[in-house]
Structures are given as structure tokens and as C-alpha cells.
């Protein structure tokens, strides 16, 4: 029960992350968003650590870093995939191979979810797709080539070994990593994006209203990856990746909210699915 809430509560967080990143990647280059996003987490990720201290496993921080890693390429992808304008279709593509993968990873592993569960693994995964079905703007036309369809799925490829990797983190060193694997995820992150940052010169650093998103998608975004790293310590990746996926969820709904956007049909049955999914696997 705990880990379950755990997990669910890592992808409501992640939502409020990537909704905030997205609006601050509105008036901003989306790479100089993602990196900034990143720093600014790190005092409150200081803090997380310290109250929750434990000697350093360096089987730990390799895992963390190759996740960190693995995520600032899949954002990268996601957000190239993104820029074509067929958000209906990379959205979905990109949740439902980043939830799906790990599922696959743990059985494959001798995970056993009883039947129940996987009943609500499976109503995670039809969720994570149907929300995150979003509107097609009216007057756009939107090409699906190959190239984006093998982005979509690159992207969620990359964030799927993210899930893998910091369970595979968590699980280190008999479990006693601690937070020291979500450091060393964000700090491989800010490497790897700062050699980005430098070779490309993208530009657009957010400012103003941009910036002010930024400073709230990191934390958000870096609690999330605390509380998925606590979920999987425990909890089976095939039952915690599905439901730390459900992100677009609070995506969604913060759309409703604040940019008063309008649910479709599919939408709404995501959304009743994803609470399905929730009670099924807390079974």
C-alpha cells in the first residue's frame, strides 16, 4: 500500500514538473529550461539528503548518473519530437513505451504481480495513452513521418531505462543507497546537458514569466525522482513504472485549471482508468 502510494504520488509530482516546464519552454529555448530546472533543485535536494542521511554506495551513483543520463536524452529527443507539432501523437508514443518497457523489464525478471495487479497495470498503460491525447490544434496540419514516430518511441525508450536504472539504483548495495542515487542522477544530467548547452548555443534562457516556471518545474520534478527512488526500493519496477507514468494525469488536469483547457471524450476515460488502474493494483 505504501509503495503503491509512493509511486502514484512520484507521477502526480512529475506532472506538476513537466506542466511547469512546459510553460516555461513556451517563451524559452526548451534545453536551457531543462538544465536550469535541474540546478535550481539541487539546495532542496541537499536538504532531502541531508535528513535522510547514509553513507555513500558507489554502485549507487554509477547507476544514478546512467539514469540521469539516459533522462536529459530522452528529454532531448522528446522535446526535438515535440517541436513538429504533433503533440497527439508523440505524447502518447513517448508515455506509454516509458511505462511499458520497465513492465516488461520486471517480468522478464521473475517480477509475479498477481492477476488483480496486472489487470491494473494494464488500465495504467491504456490511461497513460488515452490522457495524454491531446487536442489538435485547429488549422494546423501535422505530418507523421518515421523520423517522428522513431523519436516518440526514442524518447520513451530513454526515459523506460531511466525507471530501470533507478530501481536498479535503489536496489543497490541491499537497498541502502539512500537519496545519493537521484544526486547523482541530477548531476550527470547538468554534465551532460552543460557539454549541450556549450557545443549547440541554443539560446532563449528563460526570463520573467519562463523563469518563474522554471524555478518551480525543478523541485517538482526532482521530488518525483526522490519518491519513485523510494518506491522501487521496496516495491516491483512492473507495478511502480506504470504507475509513476501516470504524470500526464496531473498534466492534464493543470491544464484544465490554470489554461482552462477542454478534456476529450478519451481524456475523461484515461482519467477514470488511471483511478481503476490505482485501486486494482493497491488490491
Known sequence: ???????ALSGLVWGVGDFAGGKAAQNAAALPVAWLSKLVSLPLLAIYIALS??????ISLLWGALAGASGMVGLIFFYRA?????MTVVAPITAVTSAIIPVIFGLAN???PSTVRLIGIGCALLAIGLVSLAPVPVGTTTLVTRRLIGMSVASGGCFALFFIFM???ARAAGGTAGLWPSAAAQLAALAFGAVLLASTRPGGWPKGRSLRWALIAGPFDMTANALYLLATRRGEISVVAP???LYPVT???????IDRERLRAVQIVGLVLAVIALVLVNR
Open 53 to 58: 542521511f547514509v553513507p555513500i554506495q558507489p
Open 1 to 7: 500500500m505504501f509503495v503503491v502510494a509512493l509511486a
Open 167 to 169: 530501481a536498479t539504483a
Open 82 to 86: 515535440l517541436s513538429a507539432g504533433a
Open 243 to 245: 504507475l509513476a507514468a
Open 110 to 112: 521473475g517480477e509475479q
Open 251 to 257: 498534466t492534464v488536469l493543470l491544464a484544465l485549471i
